[in-house]
């Protein structure tokens, strides 16, 4: 069986202004896989599931062709497609216990099809039942009760044993674990996964994206009616390459995640197409995308502008007029302009030494936009060295970096300002970061009138008092009087924090910048920078010893040691499932436990892994040679050591080129 | 549902019963006048208060409750002064016709109203939806009295078609299948009227709860299943629809005798709303209170039949009952 969508488009009527629910989806399911479609409500997920059952309700109109194994499907007429439905194609519809008829008991309503449609005898057939009902785990005294008489896993169960009782080539689940208690969930998955090991094929509509992500061969990620990336599924939360793909599994709270919700910014909108005359022109068709309070008139969007551009952080002029097209990047269709979220900035092979120490040895570096990196790391293991040249604030002995994929240190050349005003800087000692000659309003202020960008006296005022609002100072003229040194030194950290953000930035380095803060204020600045990070897609490079704040805030999370980035990867699976035993030391030292676990100014090992006098692992090799690269999860968790902490069903792989280069084949 | 739950329901019935005989023995009473007054109401004779005592005292005077509660559970009703008959003999001759009258208007209008009503359900929309809505809304407001003469004027009295009093040809001798065609003679009109008072309700009430089900998710999933659209029509649309109108259904039937007054007296039909019309004018105590026990006993009895029936209809209900432990 093969279906195959070719550019269907679905719209409602509605008095002249037509919703758009899908438009041009192209999506090919195959025997054998499970699609996951993934996306806000009122992306269209559930209009694509019934448009393959023809169940569109009556204002609909739709285009386009499905192929089901070479017969076109969509335009049948009821007959046509009651020779299709249950039989070759069934779905699993929202909200379970609402599909059952409360007039029938179950088991006859599982064998009706068999009876209607296959005319079996009334006893065959709920014999069937009663063994697919077994098969889902009911039990004969609950097969034959009323719907309204069983729980709401009961019901889904149910659902699913009358699904599969023709035994359907393609099953179409819509929220099949929705309000689902996490064992019944299992179970729903191992089923799903019966059906893909029996040759058919899934379509799953869901938004739980842990689900799609462990169930699923493939993903696509609808937006608006727009089919926005498909990606293989493994790859959802850890290389997603639409920003629409992240922000969205950002707000999901995946078991894994330890990083606190992020969003998406904006609003969800929909969309219609109507007819009116535009300025001077003739009427004509043209898509709009409504949000809740606008009036549409403000939102003309031109059929050719990029549909996420209102809500992304990266967005730029071509995104608004230019077409979209989907590309491929990898193993991903990305629908971006932008070839899918940017590199903000990119280390390569940069090294910094302090005379005969080593602060930093080549290291590589790539963050992209609206990402969170956070170093952590032992005192004198280079975090704020990696953080300065990441700023722009030190040159290093060697390496290249880029900007915006721009090299930073041309730019630097050219026109040091525009590239200072991009980056924030919150250096680690905040007392001596500020001049004890200026004020508050003087400090905060500097970064706007040497960049030249504060306007006028009193805009500028403005723009200082906000900033100070929002990282919880008073903004009155007294307090913008102050000099530092009437300042507590959490207050005068906060000023930091205002003056590192007053230019806007768009990547934020931070040397431990909430280390004097007290719990309650630093969690309101925590939650200021998140939303800036939602917002406005700001990227922060977060240096800190609080493994705690690392969890809370970050994307990924970097460990060095001696000047290396021993271990990276996504926070959860670095801080969740460390590989490196200096990162589960640092981890385990972080609870606040002693014991005798930590050693002190060992005498790093010449030639091998610097942690290797401390390592309880540690054997012969590790003193003398470099410890290889081990990479995890589809190389996107690397670390480099000799003994790794790989739990028993993780296979990995050794000396593969990682993503996410930690070590660079160019420092050997 | 637990044995405990119909003893308890049959006890509630019971004193419920107790009271309704109470009442149908107590409430006549109050009525003004008796049957001497009545009796001689409409000539010119006029009684002095001693010939109306005299007459009074040829009666014997009604026994107490108790009395009668006896009588009545060895099946003896009383005796019709007006009629001079027994009162259980009078209920049973008119009976059977109310029944025939009113429960076969009452099951053909909902028969008819049903399926028409799904069937427009199912056509939302449509000009035979709309004009069905239409010309019902406008049958619903003509009240059965207008209908009732209405066809009594135009096939009896004009046209001449149908009889316009009886249940069937008084003094003939027929074979029984004559007799058949005769009573049918007969009902044809008040049973056209009373189908076209009830028609519209029905009708109305079932689209109504019909378009209600069609949005219904199970409906949708009926439609997924493939099944032929006749099953999803009635098999899981219509099944659902069916609770309101059988409520309407017992309460109708429940409303009978006092119902049929109006119908009944209009085509002189031989049924208990005639019979208490006629019991009420002649001030017959004992007739009333047969009739008026009868009417509240069938009240109850379709109450109860109701409240089990509701289960079976829609098994939701039969779990209302069970109350938290």
């Known amino acids: ?668 | 549902m637990k044995d405990g739950h119909y003893i308890k329901l049959t006890a509630v019935y019971f004193f419920a019963g107790l009271v309704m005989v109470y009442a149908s023995y107590s409430l006549p009473k109050w009525l003004p006048g008796d049957f001497v007054t009545a009796m001689y109401y409409g000539s010119n004779v006029t009684l002095t208060a001693e010939q109306e005592a005299q007459i009074r005292a040829c009666y014997p005077c009604q026994e107490g409750f108790s009395r009668y509660l006896l009588n009545l559970l060895s099946l003896k009703w009383g005796y019709s002064y007006a009629f001079l008959t027994p009162v259980s003999d009078l209920i049973l001759e008119a009976l059977p016709w109310t029944l025939l009258l009113f429960g076969g208007a009452h099951g053909a209008s909902m028969l008819f109203g049903f399926i028409a009503g799904v069937e427009a359900a199912w056509r939302r929309g449509g000009w035979v939806e709309k004009a069905g809505v239409g010309c019902m809304t406008i049958m619903e407001g003509v009240p059965e009295m207008c209908t009732g003469v209405a066809l009594l004027m135009l096939f009896a009295l004009w046209l001449g078609w149908f009889p316009s009093s009886g249940a069937e040809t008084a003094y003939s001798i027929y074979s029984a299948i004559e007799r058949i065609w005769d009573m049918t003679h007969h009902l044809a009109l008040p049973f056209t009227t009373l189908f076209l008072a009830y028609l519209p309700g029905n009708f109305l009430l079932t689209r109504g709860s019909m378009v209600m089900v069609l949005k219904e998710q199970f409906v949708q999933t009926a439609r997924a299943k493939g099944l032929p659209p006749s099953r999803v029509r009635y098999a899981h649309a219509a099944r659902n629809a069916l609770l309101p109108m059988f409520t309407r259904f017992g309460l109708r039937i429940a409303f009978m005798v006092t119902g049929a007054v109006v119908v009944e007296t209009i085509f002189s039909y031989p049924g208990m709303g005639t019979l208490l019309y006629k019991a009420i004018g002649l001030r017959d105590l004992s007739l009333i209170q047969g009739i008026v026990l009868i009417s509240s006993l069938m009240v109850l009895f379709v109450n109860l039949a109701m409240e089990i029936l509701y289960g079976i209809i829609d098994p939701r209900i039969r779990n209302a009952y069970k109350l938290p432990a």
């Open chain 1, 1 to 668: 069986m093969k279906l195959e969508i070719d550019n269907l488009t679905v719209t409602y009527r509605n008095n002249g202004h037509n919703l758009l629910a899908l438009d041009r989806i192209d999506l090919t399911l195959e025997r054998g896989r499970i699609t996951a479609l993934v996306g806000e409500s009122g992306s269209g997920k559930t209009t694509l599931g019934r448009t393959l059952m023809g169940l569109l309700p009556d204002n609909s109109e739709s285009s386009g062709c499905i192929k089901l194994d070479e017969n076109e499907i969509l335009g049948l007429d009821e007959e046509g497609l009651n020779e299709i439905r249950w039989s070759k194609v069934a779905m699993v519809f929202q909200n379970q216990a609402a599909n059952f008829n409360p007039a029938h008991r179950i088991i006859d309503q599982v064998a009706e099809p068999l009876i209607q449609r296959r005319n079996m005898k009334k006893d065959d057939a709920r014999q069937s039942a009663g063994d697919a009902l077994k098969r889902m785990g009911l039990l004969n005294h609950q097969a034959i009760r009323f719907p309204h008489e069983l729980s709401g896993g009961e019901i889904q169960r149910s659902m699913l044993a009358m699904a599969l009782i023709m035994e359907p080539e393609l099953l179409i689940l819509d929220e099949p674990t929705s309000a689902l208690d996490a064992m019944t969930k299992a179970f729903v998955a191992d089923v799903i996964d019966k059906v893909r090991q029996r040759g058919s094929s899934v379509l799953l509509i869901t938004h739980d994206l842990d689900l799609a992500q462990k169930l699923s061969d493939d993903i696509a990620v609808l937006y608006l009616g727009r089919i926005m990336e498909t990606m293989p599924a493994g790859e959802l939360f850890l290389n997603p390459m639409h920003p629409y793909t992240l922000a969205l599994g950002r707000s999901y709270p995946g078991v894994q995640v330890l990083r606190d919700l992020g969003g998406i910014r904006g609003e969800a909108f929909y969309r219609i197409t109507h007819q009116h005359p535009q300025t001077g022109e003739k009427a004509m068709f043209h898509n709009h995308i409504i949000g809740p309070g606008s009036f549409h008139e403000d939102r003309h969007v031109p059929p050719a502008g990029c549909l996420f551009q209102p809500r992304c952080t990266q967005a730029d002029g071509d995104c608004l007029l230019k077409n979209v097209s989907m590309i491929n990047v990898g193993d991903h269709q990305v629908r971006c302009l932008r070839g899918g979220i940017v590199n903000r900035i990119e280390l390569k092979g940069v090294s910094k030494r302090y005379g005969q120490v080593v602060a930093l040895d080549c290291t590589n570096l790539d963050l992209r936009a609206g990402e969170v990196f956070c170093v952590v790391g032992e005192t004198g293991s280079g975090k704020s060295t990696l953080a300065m040249i990441a700023s722009g604030v030190l040159l290093p002995d060697s390496g290249l970096r880029f900007f915006d994929s721009i090299d930073m240190d041309e730019w630097r050349k050219k026109d040091y300002k525009s590239l200072a005003g991009r980056i924030g800087v919150v250096y680690q000692n905040p007392s001596q970061s500020v001049s004890h000659r200026l004020s508050v309003l003087d400090i905060v202020a500097e970064p706007l009138r040497i960049q030249g960008i504060g306007g006028d006296r009193k805009e500028t005022f403005e723009r200082v008092k906000k900033a100070l609002a929002d990282v919880r100072l008073p903004s009155e003229q007294e307090f913008l009087r102050r000099y530092p040194h009437e300042l507590n030194l959490g207050a005068i950290q906060r000023v930091c924090i205002a003056r590192a953000l007053i230019s806007e930035p768009s990547l934020l380095v931070a040397d431990e910048p909430t280390s004097f803060l007290d719990p309650s204020v630093q969690a309101k600045v925590l939650k200021l920078l998140m939303e800036l990070q939602t917002e406005k897609g700001l990227t922060m490079i977060f240096v800190t010893h609080d493994i705690g704040l690392a969890r809370k805030i970050a994307d990924r999370v970097g460990v060095m040691l001696a000047g290396k980035m021993v271990e990276i990867g996504p926070s959860s699976l670095v801080l969740g499932s460390p590989l490196h035993p200096y990162t589960s030391l640092l981890i385990k030292s972080a609870g606040g436990n002693g014991g005798g676990m930590v050693q002190m100014n060992a005498e790093p090992a010449k030639g091998g892994c610097s942690f290797a006098p401390r390592c309880t692992l540690a054997d012969r090799a590790c003193f003398w040679q470099l410890p290889p690269q081990v990479c995890l999860d589809g190389s996107y968790h690397s670390a480099a050591c000799f003994r790794p902490q790989v739990t028993d069903n993780e296979c990995f792989m050794e000396n593969k080129p990682c993503l996410s280069g930690a070590a660079p084949a160019c420092c050997n």
